[in-house]
């Protein structure tokens, strides 16, 4: 099973931007439709983007369209979350899935995880 791990998480503030990216060993990367998940104190995790393994397909929760952009380099086994314009409620723990169906924006299709990491944003 492929194993993931996140990076550039942190403190920003309301207005600016941060990346995210996401490391894949163990598995065959373009093979997973890839997302990014995203968990606030105290509320369910939600979806915020995915991409179809070949990178052409893409979705993005509401409260992001237009602001965040997902990407994915299947030579370097990488996806990135390029997120602009934050938002105080876009704080939260971040984290990069794998899934091994077809393109889906659903949680429980996902069955890979990385461990997240914490995206602040001040306002």
């Known amino acids: 099973q492929v194993q993931l791990v996140e990076s550039g998480g942190g403190l920003v503030q309301a207005g600016g931007p941060l990346r995210l990216s996401c490391a894949a060993s163990g598995g065959t990367f373009s093979r997973y439709t890839m997302g990014w998940f995203r968990q606030a104190p105290g509320k369910e995790r939600e979806f915020v983007a995915a991409i179809g393994w070949s990178g052409r397909n893409t979705g993005y929760a509401d409260s992001v369209k237009g602001r965040f952009t997902i990407s994915r380099d299947n030579a370097k086994n990488t996806m990135d979350l390029m997120m602009n314009s934050l938002k105080a409620e876009d704080t939260g723990v971040y984290y990069c899935?794998?899934?091994?169906?077809?393109?889906?924006?659903?949680?429980?299709?996902?069955?890979?995880w990385g461990q997240g990491t914490q995206v602040t944003v001040s306002s």
């Open positions: 899935a794998a899934s091994p169906l077809g393109f889906t924006t659903t949680r429980f299709a996902y069955d890979a």
